[in-house]
């Protein structure tokens, strides 16, 4: 499943990923944006019909001050793009707008991506929206919630992915005990301590346990993002 970050051949998507809702977690500055990118232009690829689009929801001036690296291969004026809608939002209202109208689209997107969710979770705002010191994390779940719920009603009429990144510092993101509650597959990014990612696949069941099915192995090099090796589970040096 860690195929679908990058730029490979064309595979059955849905035969492959079975589950709708998918997390992206890693440090600062491994590329989340970049992966994200590239999964928004292989749904966009895949999608059967050309007015089923890409969703890409995230805050405009991070994005312009660290646009996304493209893989090599990638034509920056493919006709792909077109299938991609940029959509800004400054704050956890405007995702929660965003899916609170979503029934009301007549065609639902091929995926929704969110860069960086956590980010929109400004915590003394939520501390006193809530009255709560642990209104940031209220704020997710309910938001999260939110996401879950309409994607799932969305699933009932056709395939439609929600993918969300976080930043974590550390090992794990620190955030998890609330993202398994409703994202049964999370994907992990850290540093192999000589200038390459890994990126993890782990599957939460329904008893909190994870399994692992395979790791990318990935760099950004010369503003790109190149794939270096699918390592298979328990092959990791």
Not at 9 to 33: F, N
Not at 57 to 63: E, G, Q, V
Not at 116 to 143: H, I, K, W
Not at 200 to 205: A, I, P, Q, R
Request: glycine share 6%.
């Amino acid at each position: 499943m860690v195929e679908m970050f990058f730029l490979t051949r064309q595979r059955d998507v849905h035969q492959q990923e079975p589950y709708s809702i998918m997390l992206l977690s890693g440090p600062p500055s491994c590329g989340k944006t970049s992966l994200l990118f590239q999964f928004a232009i292989n749904s966009a690829s895949e999608c059967s019909s050309s007015n089923r689009k890409v969703v890409f929801i995230c805050n405009r001036r991070r994005l312009e001050t660290k646009p996304p690296y493209l893989s090599q291969g990638i034509d920056p004026s493919s006709d792909i793009f077109q299938r991609i809608k940029m959509k800004y939002v400054d704050d956890d209202d405007g995702i929660k707008k965003y899916f609170a109208a979503f029934h009301l689209n007549d065609t639902c997107p091929a995926a929704i991506i969110v860069d960086d969710f956590g980010y929109f979770f400004n915590e003394r705002s939520c501390q006193e929206r809530y009255s709560n010191p642990r209104g940031r994390d209220l704020a997710m779940v309910r938001t999260l919630a939110l996401c879950h719920n309409a994607i799932i009603r969305a699933n009932k009429k056709g395939p439609c992915k929600l993918v969300l990144s976080d930043t974590h510092h550390g090992e794990s993101p620190r955030l998890l005990f609330i993202y398994k509650r409703w994202i049964p597959t999370i994907f992990t990014v850290k540093g192999d301590g000589v200038g390459s990612f890994l990126l993890k696949y782990n599957n939460y069941s329904g008893n909190g346990s994870s399994k692992s099915t395979g790791i990318a192995k990935y760099s950004i090099a010369f503003q790109y993002l190149f794939l270096e090796a699918i390592i298979e589970d328990g092959d990791e040096q």
